[in-house]
């Protein structure tokens, strides 16, 4: 057969559902190819939106999420969202067409070198420079890009190479498991937590990609010890949980904060230290941390480890629950009383433009439990982060390892694609929006009916509001936007602007209801980031 047939082979081999990508002239036999397969190729209007996609469908899935580009300024663009996958630790296959290898040593049109342009940013870039390799290079692109920490991989495709004839087959799928966890390294944490007075866990992302929240709440529960989850791990213990004390995160002091500095024993559990740096978790150096992962921590001078449990995460916290004695109760329960009371404060507020904290509690009312948000980045995603309640692991998507804007728009594309059945809405700023904003074209095409709420500000908020902290004053931040209704309605989607507060839970519910794309153009009062930072800055521990 054709090369690219075979490369086509493997990826469903590999389960691969959807290709996200734009062709070019240089991968025409992929192209043609996937036409007698089941995989389904979904066309989208720009390469980063490509990325985006296959990065939040890997990150749903677990199955490395498959993007395609063309040569030269399709990889290009490709970069950003393969980055954020790979900091993120999401897993991602980056495919790109190249030149034929005739004339890949001179100067040559569109021609760069993709596989060292790709290197930093992925755990793995490979040239198919002979057809017989094709098996090989596939299967470890996607073995890589699964195994812990998951990433992204990166596979050039010379296109003289494609139309080669082949024979050869791919390679068995295999999954191998994790490690157990060393037993004298499980007794020695056991022993550190049962005689900690105040222990605390900080659980991350690592364990929505381990599957480990069901076990990750067993312990706290057995042991009483309070959980805060990165801003990443939203879900992994549900918030209702007696344990739950919300995420932590904020570059800046917060009620969890003080829960670090008074806990004797920290125990990180599935934590990616690229989140949430640990000098501003522990800035004293002087706490026991205990590592409980697949992989071992990163070295990092505030990060030292008393003890470190590598192995499968499962496994690792039901062993260490068995041992450890519990403890009476926890003394952090206020920490997450003053959040709920922050959370509800704003619930009936009727000011104009929208305050966050009212935006995020009309957007949880009228969504259920298993439904998905994805997040842009921006001042609304710190919101969002420290106040959106979640039940659920992943149905709350933000990037926080790369935390690139333009993400939220692709990104619910694909998260409505993984869960058909499930309402997905982007929550963006309008700076981030208008980044990728041109995939509304591929939701309106391919009828996937997401919702996009846009908080509008007329401003790169995140970056006003820490100019005004620390210079108070903005520098450069504040642009125009076009009317987002009619920006809308020339996609063929429906637009809605919020003119009063009252109105935003019916809109919500209509533009959930409606079986298209709706943009929903919601003015925010960030007025409130400011008495956020003044509030959080005077903060009086409450336990
Ligand atoms: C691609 C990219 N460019 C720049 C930044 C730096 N940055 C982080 S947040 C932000 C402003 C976001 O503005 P907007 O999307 O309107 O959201 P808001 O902060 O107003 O909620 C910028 C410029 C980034 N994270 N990613």
Redesign the pocket.
């Given at each position: 057969m054709k090369a690219a047939e075979l490369f086509v082979r493997c990826l469903e081999n590999e389960g691969v559902e959807y290709v996200f990508g734009i062709p070019g002239e240089e991968n025409l036999d992929v192209m043609d190819a996937l036409l007698d397969s089941p995989i389904q190729f979904i066309t989208v209007r720009h390469e980063q939106g490509a990325a985006f996609m296959a990065d939040v469908y890997g990150r749903l899935t677990e199955r490395a999420g498959v993007c395609l580009s063309t040569l030269g300024p399709g990889a290009t663009n490709l970069i950003?969202g393969v980055a954020d996958a790979n900091l993120d630790h999401a897993p991602l296959v980056a495919i790109a067409g190249q030149a034929g290898t005739n004339r890949l040593h001179k100067e040559s049109h569109q021609v760069l070198e993709l596989t060292k342009l790709f290197q930093p940013v992925t755990k793995y870039a490979a040239s198919l420079l002979e057809p017989e390799i094709i098996p090989e290079v596939v299967r470890k692109a996607f073995k890589v890009a699964q195994t812990e920490k998951t990433g992204a991989t990166f596979i050039e495709f010379p296109e003289n190479v494609a139309g080669m004839v082949v024979d050869a087959q791919p390679l068995r799928v295999s999954h191998p498991p994790d490690p157990e966890p060393p037993a004298a390294k499980v007794e020695e944490a056991a022993r550190l937590i049962s005689a900690a007075s105040n222990p605390v866990i900080l659980a991350g992302n690592g364990v929505v990609r381990s599957g480990a929240w069901k076990q990750l709440a067993s312990f706290a529960d057995k042991l009483n010890i309070p959980v805060a989850n990165t801003f990443m791990a939203k879900g992994v213990i549900p918030f209702r949980h007696r344990c739950a004390l919300g995420s932590a995160g904020l570059q800046a002091n917060d009620y969890i904060s003080c829960g670090f500095s008074k806990a004797d024993v920290i125990i990180c559990v599935g934590y990616d230290l690229v989140e949430y740096h640990p000098y501003l978790w522990h800035p004293t150096r002087d706490r026991t941390i205990i590592h409980i992962d697949r992989s071992p921590a990163e070295v990092d001078a505030h990060y030292p480890v008393a003890v470190g449990v590598s192995g499968d995460l499962k496994h690792s916290l039901e062993r260490i629950a068995a041992l450890a004695n519990p403890h009476e109760g926890h003394h952090m329960r206020p920490l997450r009383e003053r959040l709920v009371e922050e959370m509800d404060q704003h619930r009936d507020d009727t000011g104009f433009p929208v305050k966050p904290q009212k935006i995020i509690w009309d957007l949880r009312t009228v969504l259920d439990l298993e439904d998905i948000v994805v997040c842009?980045?921006?001042?609304?995603?710190?919101?969002m982060a420290r106040m959106f309640r979640c039940e659920h692991p992943n149905t709350c998507i933000i990037s926080n390892g790369f935390?690139?804007?333009?993400i939220a728009v692709p990104g619910a594309i694909a998260a409505k694609l993984a869960n058909p059945q499930r309402h997905v809405v982007a929550v963006?700023?309008?700076?981030?929006?208008?980044?990728n904003s041109q995939e509304i074209e591929t939701a309106v095409r391919y009828q996937l009916p997401i919702v996009i709420l846009i908080?509008h500000?007329g401003?790169?908020?995140?970056?006003?509001?820490k100019q005004l902290n620390e210079f108070k004053r903005s520098s450069n931040?504040h642009f125009g936007n076009p009317d987002f209704v009619q920006y809308a309605e020339a996609f063929g989607a429906k637009g809605f602007r919020v003119e009063k507060t009252e109105d935003l839970p019916h809109i919500l519910q209509e533009a959930l209801a409606s079986n298209t794309v709706s943009i929903i153009d919601c003015p925010?009062d960030?007025r409130e980031n400011i008495k956020l930072t003044e509030q959080l800055g005077t903060l009086v521990c409450p336990i």
């Open positions: 950003t842009d980045v921006g001042a609304h995603k710190m919101w935390a690139s804007m333009g963006t700023g309008d700076a981030g929006f208008m980044m908080w500000d401003s790169y908020g995140l970056i006003e509001w931040v925010v960030y």
